[in-house]
């Protein structure tokens, strides 16, 4: 009987541990904030000179514009960052959406990119200042080199196992 009751605990025990999480998520997971801090770091630099980026003769930007678009941007980057947390927790539904948002911003950065790099060589930006076409193209490598390996570690067989929706517990005794 003894020895039944132990049996028991045991494979309550089994069955009620906490999953581990592989590393290759909680790389993802950093790679993600990563992201989020990049993203930051990019909505505060066109808040503080978001007049200084603009042609020549061209209105101000309206305070109230730029802080709605900063608002806009700041809240984009923490929900990027709360995506990194719910990946480290096991959220399925947040690896999904990380996958989608992480190709919009692949996407969308390119084409700005693509589009910086044009301008830049054309001398129709020859405008802005000098480092903000640096500056921008640097945040766009950090972009792409977190967004990639983030896509590729959260698509890997172990992290496929950490997402898996646990099985149902067996009913006992009917």
Same mark, same amino acid.
């Given at each position: 009987m003894i020895h039944l009751a132990a049996e028991r605990a045991y494979?309550?025990? =089994?069955? /009620?541990? @906490?999953?581990?999480?592989p590393s290759t998520v909680t790389i993802a997971s950093y790679l993600i904030y990563a992201n989020a801090a990049t993203a930051t770091v990019e909505v505060l630099i066109k808040a503080v000179f978001h007049n200084?980026?603009? @042609? *020549?003769? =061209? *209105? @101000?930007?309206p305070a109230d514009a730029a802080t709605v678009g900063t608002i806009l941007g700041l809240s984009i980057a923490a929900g990027i960052a709360a995506l990194?947390?719910?990946? =480290?927790?096991?959220?399925?539904?947040?690896? %999904?959406? /990380?996958? +989608?948002?992480?190709?919009v911003m692949l996407c969308a950065g390119t084409l700005a990119s693509t589009a910086i790099v044009g301008g830049a060589l054309g001398g129709t930006l020859s405008y802005l200042p000098s480092w903000y076409l640096v500056t921008t193209a640097t945040i766009q490598a %950090?972009?792409?080199? /977190? =967004? +990639? @390996? /983030?896509?590729?570690?959260?698509a890997l067989p172990a992290s496929n196992a950490y997402f898996r929706k646990p099985a149902p517990e067996p009913v006992v005794g009917r």
């Open positions: 494979d309550l025990m =089994a069955t /009620t541990a @906490p999953k581990l999480r200084d980026l603009r @042609p *020549p003769g =061209a *209105p @101000p930007v990194g947390y719910r990946c =480290a927790k096991g959220g399925r539904v947040a690896r %999904i959406v /990380t996958w +989608i948002v992480l190709g %950090i972009y792409l080199l /977190t =967004a +990639i @390996p /983030t896509v590729i570690l959260l």
